[in-house]
């Protein structure tokens, strides 16, 4: 059983920057693919980005590339979103999960979730 908390969010203006972190309880976190998802106000859920165990592998969607970067420190059992050049449309409470399941990026593969953090970007 692996347990989720996030911290980071908040309210910043539109270009400005924002890191989460997500910590995990639990043993063997690095045997984990890590990722950050977000939920818009009546929009799904939708994948962020991915992080393979040991962090040699990332995969982010196409609307963050180039701005979002993500990152893990298994020492500390910790995953980390860096948001850059925020822009409005990234309003959203982001959710980080973990999966068991090698090269992971569905929703559905990832077993544990957090109970999210708000980021608000105003413009």
């Known amino acids: 059983q692996v347990q989720l908390v996030e911290s980071g969010g908040g309210l910043v203006q539109a270009g400005g920057s924002l890191r989460l972190s997500c910590t995990a309880s639990g043993r063997m976190f690095s045997w984990y693919v890590m990722g950050w998802f977000r939920q818009a106000p009546g929009k799904e859920r939708e994948l962020v980005a991915t992080?393979?165990?040991?962090?040699?592998?990332?995969n982010y969607a196409d609307s963050v590339k180039g701005r979002f970067t993500i990152s893990r420190d298994n020492t500390k059992n910790t995953v980390y979103l860096q948001m850059n050049s925020l822009k409005p449309e990234d309003t959203a409470v982001y959710y980080c999960a973990a999966a068991d399941s090698v090269g992971a990026t569905q929703e559905f593969q990832f077993k544990y979730w957090g109970q999210g953090t708000q980021v608000t970007v105003s413009s």
């Open positions: 992080i393979s165990g040991s962090g040699g592998r990332t």
